[in-house]
C-alpha cells in the first residue's frame, strides 16, 4: 500500500495522559499536513511541514498540541495533558507541492476518558 | 472570514440517477477548491480539484463547476451508484500563509435502490 498510513488507528487514554501519533506520508511527497475532525465535523488544519520545516503552526489548538517531522519523512503529533475534548479523529495528509492535492490517511481516533 | 458551507446536510437520491452536491464559499482570496468523499471510519478520499482559473471541470462520472461571482461550487455525479454512499466535503484554499484546506460541514449522500 502506498498511501498515506497513520498509527494507532485507535488510541483511547486517560485524561492527563500523554499521547502520540505517527504519520507516514506518500514517499514523493514533501508537504505533510495534520488535521482534527470531530463528529459531524470537517476536518479542521491544525500545521503543516515543507520537508521538515514546520511552515505553520498557529492553528495548532492549545500548547499541549506540538508537531515534528524531524527527517522530512514521517511526522508524530503529540498532545500533552489530553482533555475529554480532545476527543477526536486526527487526520494525516500529504501531497507533492502546495499546488497538488492533499491525500489523506485512514486517521487516529482518540478517546480520552 | 474565511469559511466554506455547505447548503444540505443530507441528499437523497434515487440510484442511477445524476447527484448535485453544493457548496458556498465566503472568501474570495480562495483560488483551489477540492472535493472529498469520506465514508463512515475512514479518511477523506480526493474526487476532483479545480483551479480559480477555471469553471468547470471533469472527472470520471463527477464534474465540478465554479462561480466566482457568487461564490459557489458545485458537484455533479453521474448516474448514482450505492457506493457513492458518504459524506462529501468541499474544501478551499486561498494559497497564503497557512497553506491548509478550509472544510465545510458536509453533505450526506444517501442513494436510494
Known amino acids: 500500500d502506498t498511501g498515506v498510513s497513520q498509527d494507532p488507528r485507535h488510541k483511547i487514554t486517560k485524561r492527563g495522559q500523554n499521547v502520540t501519533f505517527r504519520c507516514d506520508p506518500i514517499s514523493e511527497h514533501n508537504r505533510l499536513y495534520w488535521y482534527r475532525q470531530t463528529l459531524g465535523q470537517g476536518p479542521e488544519f491544525l500545521t503543516y511541514f515543507q520537508n521538515e520545516a514546520q511552515l505553520e503552526k498557529s492553528r495548532l489548538l492549545s500548547d499541549r498540541f506540538s508537531a515534528e517531522r524531524p527527517k522530512g519523512s514521517f511526522s508524530t503529533l503529540e498532545i500533552q495533558r489530553t482533555e475529554q475534548g480532545d476527543s477526536a479523529m486526527y487526520l494525516c495528509?500529504?501531497?507533492?507541492?502546495?499546488?497538488?492535492?492533499?491525500?489523506f490517511g485512514p486517521g487516529t481516533r482518540l478517546t480520552v476518558t | 472570514g474565511e469559511s466554506v458551507g455547505l447548503h444540505l446536510p443530507t441528499l437523497s437520491v434515487q440510484e442511477g440517477d445524476n447527484s448535485i452536491i453544493n457548496c458556498a464559499y465566503s472568501?474570495?482570496?480562495?483560488?483551489?477548491f477540492i472535493w472529498y468523499k469520506q465514508e463512515s471510519g475512514k479518511g477523506p478520499q480526493f474526487i476532483i480539484d479545480?483551479?480559480?482559473?477555471?469553471d468547470k471541470r471533469q472527472g470520471q462520472r463527477v464534474t465540478v463547476l465554479l462561480n466566482k461571482t457568487v461564490k459557489h461550487l458545485s458537484l455533479q455525479i453521474a448516474a448514482t451508484q450505492p457506493g457513492d454512499s458518504a459524506v462529501y466535503f468541499c474544501?478551499?484554499?486561498?494559497?497564503?500563509?497557512?497553506?491548509?484546506?478550509?472544510f465545510g460541514k458536509g453533505t450526506h449522500l444517501i442513494i436510494q435502490p
Open positions: 495528509a500529504s501531497s507533492f507541492s502546495s499546488l497538488y492535492e492533499q491525500y
Open positions: 479545480i483551479r480559480s482559473n477555471m
Open positions: 474544501a478551499e484554499n486561498s494559497g497564503g500563509g497557512a497553506d491548509g484546506l478550509t
Open positions: 472568501n474570495s482570496a480562495s483560488d483551489y
